[in-house]
């Protein structure tokens, strides 16, 4: 039973996307011409092929923030929340600001991503359409060059903002979530991205938020994370999950300001 359940769902799924590209056409022709085209033999990676090539025609402006869609809801540490994948997307790597003005709306991804990607109405979460989909993307690398190194910058950029350092450290971090959605992953997961590839901007830029974490927001919300993970008692860290909550504590614990810094070139080298 689970096997005809799997491949019903798979059948579905092909069908699912040959036709949500036939109504993507504009014309009654050029929906014609694309149910001529279809070959009934093409399996779920001919399909995402597909879909990716309709995805590169509709141009930069659509093309771009659709793959940087799907890099993000591929590769993220775990399901990413609407607001957060949206304020993701508006990060300029490097860039000492951030306009929430250019924040995009979640309908436009969906369109952008020419049904690849859906949301998780329940949980209010963003995620890839099938589980092969993640295995076709994995597969073709080329896709997403150095995604974790530039999913690691995208966070420190905005942890290192002026949006972000202009948040005094108390209150609690969670009362600006509202304001900084972004926030909360990106303290708490750029050690992750960063450890499974770290190129020399995302290591200056982790220094950079390393050198302020006393007063720092994020130093707040790896604080909470902290004692989630190991309760009342402190220690270096070293056991959490999280290696932004390592690499944290390890600051935290650290009186000698200059170590505090170099540490991160050895941090990730046991």
Known sequence: MEIRSDLLEYRLLLVSLHIDGV??????????????????GVGLGGAYGATLGRIRAQGREKAEPAFATLMWV?????????DELCHALVVEIGSEDFDPDN???IDML????QGLITVDKE?????LIHYTLQEYLSA????????????????LTYLNSRQVKGVPLHPLPHESMPLL???RYSSRHWGSHAKRELSKHAR?????????YESHISAGSLLVQYYIVHGSNSGSGDDSDDDSVRIFTKVLYDTDGYRKCKMLDKSWTK
């Open 103 to 105: 924040v995009p709306l």
């Open 123 to 127: 949980a209010s979460t963003v995620r």
């Open 23 to 40: 109504l993507r056409e504009t014309t009654i022709a050029r929906r014609r011409n694309r149910l001529r085209s279809m070959n009934s």
């Open 140 to 155: 073709y690398r080329n896709l997403f060059t150095m995604a974790h190194s530039r999913i690691a910058e995208t966070c």
């Open 204 to 212: 200056s830029l982790a220094l950079e938020l390393l050198s302020q």
């Open 181 to 183: 959605p972004f926030l």
């Open 74 to 82: 591929c590769y993220s540490e775990r399901p990413l929340h609407i």
């Open 110 to 113: 969906l369109g952008c991503c």
